[in-house]
């Protein structure tokens, strides 16, 4: 296996080395972030928002998530591929949770799957494992439970953040490769990262984590509007690619493109 392994992930946190991961939803832009050398890719359910136009994750599908899957590990040769379980897929039970892991890794390809929860979630992170599917866990803000929850910094105040802890501790104590703490105090998310021995990875949570991850689309400035506070931009795609249509629009309506170079005896 010439691909990143969850083995790699749990050395890197014994060397105290960090790891970047992206999110990845197609095949090219995959193949870019994998030649970059980004070790882990997340097919996250945040393709509902950034890849087919939806207001949130709620209405991701198993099969959409199946199809962008693949595509993601075809593109790759590298990067661990990562993918995430959409709402609905998993939390009926541990049965539903086998048979919805197994079709992302089965025949899509995924090296591991992502589910929302700590506690809630432990018993279907148990079979999982033990069925051999590595399991990244997902806590702190959990977007599939936006209707309940809304988008804002958790684990806030004693109680929460005691309830953060119990929840990286049970999905670690369930067999979880790693420990997503999204939109966490960066104190709350320092703390949970020296008390578990598998890494964490913050978005939103802080220097301290294990690793960070990001959605592709933010980081590379392509995503429209006002970006939450833990972004950070390193391009300006979304400039880029309006400048290069803009261009390509006014050469053809000029007669500019396409020139003689372009066009065949
Ligand atoms: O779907 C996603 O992009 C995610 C990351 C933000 C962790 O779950
Ligand atoms: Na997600």
Known sequence: ?????????????????????????DAMTA?????????????????????????????????????LTAAVVRGTGRALVVAD???????????QALRSATRLVKEAGAG?????????????????????????AHIGLTPQSVHAMGYRVQGRGE?????????????????????????????VAA???????????????????????????DMAGLTPGKLPRFVQRYADLRGALTDAARAYAEDVVSGAFPASEHSYE
Request: glycine share 10%; charged share 20%; net charge negative.
């Open 191 to 217: 703390q949970v990262t020296r008390a578990l021995q598998v890494p964490t990875v913050g978005i939103g949570a802080g220097a301290d984590c294990d690793a960070q991850v990001l959605v592709w689309t």
């Open 31 to 67: 193949s870019v972030l994998d030649e970059a050398g980004i070790p882990v890719l997340l097919v996250g359910d945040s393709a509902g928002n950034c890849h087919l136009g939806y207001e949130t994750t709620v209405p991701v599908t198993l099969d959409q998530m199946t199809l």
């Open 112 to 136: 591991a799957v992502k589910l929302e929860g700590g506690e809630r979630s432990a018993g279907q992170i148990g079979l999982l494992v033990r069925s051999g599917i590595p399991v990244m």
């Open 85 to 95: 379980l959409p709402f609905g897929s998993y939390q009926e039970g541990e049965v």
């Open 1 to 25: 296996n010439r691909r990143v392994t969850v083995r790699d992930l749990a050395l890197a946190k014994e060397r105290g080395e960090r790891w970047p991961m992206l999110t990845a939803y």
């Open 159 to 187: 109680e929460a953040a005691d309830q953060l802890m119990r929840d990286a501790k049970a999905a670690q104590d369930a067999g979880a490769f790693a420990v997503v703490l999204e939109m966490v105090p960066a104190s």
